[in-house]
């Protein structure tokens, strides 16, 4: 069983930046591929980064490529996504996952099995 918990959600002016974190408890962290999702009110849970098992391999949805870069820190069973240039589109509630051991990490929610409860960003004009 793995439980994740984020943290380091809030309220930031657009231009601005927040770390998000995503702490993994049990040993299966070292195997997993994490995934950052996000939700705004009223539309579907959304892709927004992936890490694979290794570290070595990531990915981006359009909409965050070259603003959000998302890493893994082993010994502290924490992924973290930073996000920089922040948008009010960005605005949603982010969630991390934790799934399979994916060579390239997984866009997919279905590949994941774990899942955090939740930090809230908004994101003002």
């Known amino acids: 069983q793995v439980q994740l918990v984020e943290s380091g959600g809030g309220v930031v002016q657009a231009g601005g930046s927040l770390r998000l974190s995503c702490t993994a408890s049990g040993r299966t962290f070292r195997f997993a591929a994490m995934g950052w999702f996000r939700q705004a009110p009223g539309k579907e849970r959304e892709f927004v980064a992936t890490i694979s098992w290794s570290g070595g391999n990531s990915n981006y949805a359009d909409s965050v490529k070259g603003r959000f870069t998302i890493s893994r820190d082993y010994a502290k069973n924490t992924v973290y996504l930073q996000m920089n240039s922040l948008k009010p589109e960005d605005t949603a509630v982010y969630y991390c996952?934790?799934?399979?051991?994916?060579?390239?990490?997984?866009?997919?929610?279905?590949?994941?099995?774990?899942w955090g409860q939740g930090t809230q960003v908004t994101v003002s004009s």
């Open positions: 996952a934790a799934g399979g051991n994916y060579a390239l990490g997984s866009r997919y929610k279905t590949d994941y099995n774990y």
